[in-house]
């Protein structure tokens, strides 16, 4: 209520703008915006979670530390958040779309 109505220029400043919604109405349920954010960061093998980590400064700080340790561990680190991912996906959806694949791991 009361929210600025903001006109999105591209694709890019809507999906922005989206995902900050999600961020505002998900804020108080355990790991919401990493559910959010794999549905923009993509199942890619390291998705991209920029927005993620912009939003989220205690898990930025935690890996910028892990980082600072050493490439390998800051990498294991970032491992570890992509790997929350693993958790079936319905068969119904998979055997309905082509383009989707069981998650890994799972």
């Keep these: 209520a009361g929210a600025e109505i903001i006109l999105p220029a591209n694709n890019e400043e809507l999906e ?31 998705p991209d979670f920029t927005r993620l980590l912009a939003l989220n400064k205690t898990l930025r700080e935690a890996l910028e530390k892990e980082y600072e340790k050493s490439e390998t561990q800051g990498d294991n680190y970032y491992q570890r958040i992509i790997d929350r991912r693993i958790d079936a996906i319905p068969s119904s959806e998979i055997s309905s779309n082509l383009e989707c694949k069981q998650n890994p791991g799972y």
């Design 16 to 46: 922005t703008a989206i995902f900050n919604e999600w961020m505002l109405e998900l804020s108080f349920e355990n790991w919401h915006e990493w559910f959010a954010m794999i549905r923009f960061a993509g199942y890619t093998e390291k």
